[in-house]
């Protein structure tokens, strides 16, 4: 792919800390693969997104009673590829960032109601660190996304984990390994 021809990537991060394990792998991804990517970064922490309170509005018309949808709604509708990259809390996602994909619910609404498919094909890449080597975490988050993913018609094209970041401080050969993997993906589509 040319330069002149990058796809459009979200990137809906989900740590607080701008300088901590997961920023430090989602800089690293950005750096090696900007050439394909313009990445605009959306920082659930900091948007303060309000959490979806099931009011059925988006059942009839696909949109939110909350007007802060249109940021989410923007984002998502310029994207070729939505990239989540995030902490594991829980054995699931931060709360902000679960407030965000919660948000996502008229894509969910419009297939279901409306039986209407309002994306192109996307693809989808999860950036997630966690601080044990606990496998079946990034397992379940991936499980948990599932649902948005194919309501944004987004097929996951890989995952890049560091886990055990309560040990390993600096990205080890199993992330480096993870990254190349995707990198190599990422290069041989484009
Ligand atoms: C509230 C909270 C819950 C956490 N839950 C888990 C968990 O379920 N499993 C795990 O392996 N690590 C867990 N961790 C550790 C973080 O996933 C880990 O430190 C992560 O790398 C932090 O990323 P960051 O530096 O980008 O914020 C938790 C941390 C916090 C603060």
């Not at 989602?26 to 750096?31: G, I, L, P, Y």
């Not at 998502?76 to 709360?95: C, E, F, H, R």
């Not at 499980?143 to 097929?155: E, F, G, I, T, Y």
């Amino acid at each position: 792919m040319s330069k002149n021809f990058k796809k459009n990537a979200v990137i809906f991060f989900g740590s607080p800390r701008e300088n901590g394990f997961t920023a430090k792998l989602t800089e690293k991804f950005m750096m090696r693969t900007n050439e394909f990517y313009n990445f605009v970064k959306f920082s659930a922490y900091k948007e303060k997104i309000k959490p979806c309170i099931a009011c059925g509005f988006c059942n009839s018309i696909t949109t939110c009673i909350y007007k802060d949808f249109e940021k989410i709604d923007c984002l998502v509708k310029k994207s070729d590829t939505i990239i989540i990259a995030s902490p594991i809390y829980n054995m699931s996602l931060p709360s902000p960032l679960k407030s965000v994909i919660d948000r996502m619910q008229p894509y969910f609404a419009s297939q279901i109601f409306h039986k209407e498919n309002l994306f192109n094909c996307k693809e989808a890449i999860l950036i997630l660190t966690l601080g044990s080597k606990n496998k079946s975490a990034s397992k379940l988050v991936r499980q948990q996304l599932k649902p948005v993913l194919n309501s944004l018609n987004a097929k996951i094209l890989g995952q890049i984990v560091w886990e055990n970041t309560d040990r390993v401080k600096e990205i080890d050969d199993f992330t480096q390994k993870n990254l190349e993997k995707i990198i190599k993906l990422i290069t041989n589509k484009n």
